[in-house]
């Protein structure tokens, strides 16, 4: 029972572990995929705000880009169509310009000759305090794009091309542009509030706001620059600083009260400008993060449900393990305790077969087989040292031969069954075998040993009685284990020589054959 | 924004109430007025052409510039077309004045105005041109003679007081002792030379307080730089800088903070710069004057005057634009309100 006990214990205890393991498995798991999804869902904001800003600013910048590139062309084919009588006088030209600005739509289109004097549609006026372009070599034929500031605080582009070839009043025009005004600009481009959390503006290098309308928090007429400053850390402001000034797109992370915004800028080709996007942190972190929470919602269902799952299993399979132990112990019970009868019986029927083997079954004393059987033991004792008191007695029945031949081999059997009990009777703590038709050999040890003179002096008295009286007749020898003696068959040699001798000597004596 | 706004014009209305000429006599809310409507007059023809000429290109004329434009936008809106030239030569030359003005006078236009290089040299040509019939007017901070027969001015009619009351502004700061130099613009230029006027004029009411020097940097901010390191070199002593025009007080600005002096600057007029210098306290305060009213008023005596108006109930003889003494406290809001920016 102690051993179906812990065998139980064991199997119980296995079932245990397993699920305990397996389930702190499945809850290191669900926390690792927890924080896991929250760090994804952080990188995957990040991702998509750098996507959803990139793709705003670059759909607008190239709004820009395509504008310009639009008034430099348009610019170019006026300039193409110009004729001699636009040329002839100051309002010939201002028609000219007029016509320009109508077909395309212009707010302003200039002329400028080589004095910076700048021909408009209603007025000539000096140009070279007013615009910096004018001051700028346009000799490498490139469009010009510049920024005015004008008194009173607004800002307009001006796009400006060389011109070759054309005179007005004996002095080259060098230069004609349009002039936008930002505002109307980012009123066209939809600059300003895209919803309410996303905001576009358009600043210089200097982080000057160039459209004069609110940026996210930042008021129209701040500087970006300094107006984040407190926002970032020294080496984010640098870089902010540096990506403006030196025209390089970037992103960066606002923090101003409890708000995270995200700002993205791309420079605005040929310009100097930076198209820039404020995307209020927690908008798309927001939708993002509520997908995420409901995938996450989930997740942590399916994991609950596979922790019931496996709780379940593991009662089920504990409680299959349990049965299935019990039975297998039952039966390995009952196997064992069959096996244990036959094996018992088995040693039982041994026993009796050895008994059968080791006994001789007409005379009932030991045979020739045990006799060896023990004569391996003693041998062992000998080699071993532990035997040194031993005596072999060998004897023979005289005249067997005769009595089976004369009277019958049941006489001669009861002849046999007569010698065997006579040395059995003579050597009571001494093993007879019988070796041969009819030879004995009695072990002496112990008490026999230590009588083993009287008692052979007995038996040769009474052999030799037994003469006269055609009794039972053995011609004994006996000799004792010497150091010299390795084994018993040493031994026994000396004492089947002495049977012999004795043999001899009964013969002499006038032994008969009982009749 | 809105509360910044009326803030900075309360201030103004109060600086301009403690030492303005021009608060007695007009109401404002703010140095510079961009806010203009056009009067009620009803001009009598659709177009208009004019003739300006001002003494030098300068970013102060294209401030002016700006009122006019918005003017002849608004009369566009009224359908009225008003085509003009702007024009001034890269250094002041009352001789190239004059000759741009006789010039102008053979062309078609309605009105010739003129901001006077050299009153000396241009109200004869003036007069000579409306004896040829030119309708002429002067305007921005300048005007002919006093016996000249233009029609009519437009724009700083107080160059003496606003000359003043910048040197009163620097004697009380240095508390009336001290080394004072002057800084002129252009030599003639009538509001240069006016304001070099009221400035000696206040010096001299304090017994302490001396002018030591006087120069002219035509209009130049490298020579305004120039003599200033003079001054600066030559009057170890030097305690105030007196600058009677816009190129005046950036250039002894710069001077100034490369020597590392402390040298009290008052100056005129609304560059970018000189404002900067402002809030940063090398320029201790700045009298700006109201260049896009004046551009813009400008527009609108010129159609009258086109229209055989004369000076009376219409317009004024002089119309007077505003001149405001800022200080530090005001620049940012000044570079907010004139260049759209904040540092």
Redesign the interface.
């Known amino acids: 029972m102690g051993w179906y006990s812990d065998m139980k214990r064991s199997i119980q205890l296995t079932a245990v572990i397993g699920a305990v393991i397996i389930s702190i498995l499945v809850t290191v798991m669900s926390m690792r995929m927890i924080r896991g999804a929250a760090s994804s869902t952080d990188k995957a904001v990040a991702k998509v705000s750098e996507f959803y800003l990139k793709e705003l600013a670059d759909r607008r910048t190239q709004v820009i880009a395509s504008l310009i590139d639009s008034k430099t062309d348009q610019m170019q084919r006026a300039m193409q169509v110009i004729s001699k009588q636009d040329l002839e006088s100051v309002d010939s030209l201002r028609a000219f310009i007029g016509r320009t600005e109508l077909l395309y739509e212009l707010d302003l289109f200039a002329l400028v000759d080589q004095d910076d004097i700048v021909y408009s549609r209603y007025s000539t006026y000096m140009g070279g305090s007013r615009y910096d372009f004018l001051a700028d070599d346009m000799a490498d034929n490139r469009t010009a794009i510049s920024t005015v500031y004008l008194y009173g605080g607004s800002k307009h582009i001006c796009i400006a091309i060389p011109l070759s070839g054309i005179s007005f009043q004996g002095k080259k025009l060098q230069v004609c542009f349009v002039e936008i005004d930002f505002k109307k600009l980012a009123d066209d481009l939809a600059f300003g509030v895209e919803n309410a959390e996303t905001w576009f503006g358009l600043y210089q290098g200097n982080g000057e706001n160039l459209i004069s309308m609110d940026f996210g928090p930042f008021d129209a007429d701040q500087n970006l620059l300094t107006a984040t400053k407190d926002m970032l850390s020294e080496d984010e402001w640098n870089a902010l600083n540096d990506h403006f000034q030196n025209g390089i797109q970037g992103e960066t992370v606002l923090g101003h009260q409890s708000a995270r915004d995200t700002l993205y800028y791309v420079p605005v080709r040929d310009t100097g400008w930076m198209m820039t996007v404020l995307i209020s942190g927690n908008l798309i972190q927001d939708q993002i993060r509520g997908i995420s929470d409901e995938l996450l919602r989930q997740s942590t269902q399916y994991f609950v449900l596979i922790g019931l799952a496996l709780v379940v299993y593991f009662l089920l399979l504990f409680l299959e393990l349990h049965r299935q132990s019990s039975r297998l112990l039952m039966q390995e019970k009952k196997t064992s305790r069959e096996y244990s009868e036959r094996a018992l019986k088995s040693e039982s029927e041994l026993g009796r077969y050895k008994g059968i083997a080791y006994k001789d079954p007409l005379t009932g004393v030991q045979s020739k087989h045990a006799y060896m059987e023990k004569a391996k033991i003693l041998d062992q004792a000998i080699a071993d040292g532990d035997l040194s008191a031993l005596a072999i007695l060998v004897g023979d029945l005289n005249g067997l031969k005769h009595i089976n031949d004369t009277i019958g081999h049941a006489a001669g059997d009861q002849y046999l069954k007569d010698g065997a009990m006579m040395l059995c009777r003579l050597f009571q703590h001494s093993p007879v075998y019988r070796t041969g038709g009819d030879e004995f050999i009695v072990i002496l040890q112990n008490a026999d040993y230590e009588n083993r003179f009287p008692l052979l002096e007995q038996l040769n008295q009474m052999v030799e009685e037994n003469i006269s009286t055609e009794g039972v007749v053995i011609s004994a020898g006996m000799a004792e284990l010497t150091p010299e003696d390795d084994y018993v068959e040493d031994v026994f040699k000396r004492a089947d020589h002495l049977m012999y001798v004795r043999k001899q000597q009964l013969k002499e004596m006038g032994a008969r054959m009982r009749t | 924004?809105k509360v910044k706004a009326i803030f900075l014009a309360l201030l103004l209305c109060v600086s301009h109430c403690m030492y303005g000429y021009a608060a007695e006599e007009t109401e404002h809310d703010s140095a510079?007025h961009?806010e203009r409507e056009l009067d009620s007059y009803k001009p009598l023809k659709n177009h208009y052409n004019f003739y300006f000429t001002y003494k030098i290109?300068?970013?102060w004329?294209?401030?002016v510039?700006?009122g006019?434009?918005e003017a002849?936008r608004q009369f566009?809106e009224h359908g009225v077309?008003?085509?003009?030239?702007?024009?001034?030569p890269?250094k002041t030359s009352a001789i190239d004045q004059a000759e741009r003005l006789r010039k102008a006078a053979e062309g078609a236009y309605d009105v010739i105005g003129v901001d006077v290089a050299d009153e000396a040299v241009i109200s004869p040509v003036l007069d000579e041109l409306m004896e040829k019939g030119n309708k002429v007017m002067t305007f921005s901070s300048s005007d002919a003679a006093s016996d000249c027969k233009r029609i009519a001015y437009v724009g700083n009619t107080h160059n003496v007081e606003d000359g003043a009351q910048l040197t009163e502004a620097l004697c009380r700061k240095l508390n009336y002792k001290g080394n004072v130099a002057i800084l002129v613009g252009a030599e003639g230029a009538p509001c240069h030379e006016e304001r070099a006027q009221g400035a000696r004029k206040t010096i001299g009411k304090y017994s302490d307080m001396k002018v030591v020097d006087v120069a002219y940097d035509q209009d130049s901010i490298e020579n305004a730089y120039e003599l200033t390191k003079e001054f600066l070199a030559r009057y170890k002593d030097l305690d105030g800088i007196v600058c009677c025009n816009m190129s005046n007080p950036v250039g002894a600005a710069r001077a100034v903070k490369e020597a590392g002096r402390d040298v009290v600057i008052v100056g005129m007029d609304?560059d970018?710069e000189a404002l900067e210098d402002l809030r940063d306290g090398i320029i201790y305060c700045l009298g700006v004057q109201d260049?896009?009213s004046i551009g813009f008023d400008t527009i609108q005596v010129a159609v009258k005057i086109a229209d055989g108006q004369l000076p009376g109930e219409l317009f004024p003889e002089k119309t007077q634009e505003e001149t405001t003494l800022i200080y530090q406290e005001d620049a940012e809001d000044m570079l907010?309100?004139?260049?759209?920016?904040?540092?």
């Open positions: 924004m510079v961009f290109v300068h970013p004329w294209d401030a510039a700006l006019i434009e002849q566009l077309i008003i085509t003009y030239e702007y024009m001034a890269p609304h970018r260049c896009f907010r309100i004139l260049y759209g920016v904040v540092q």
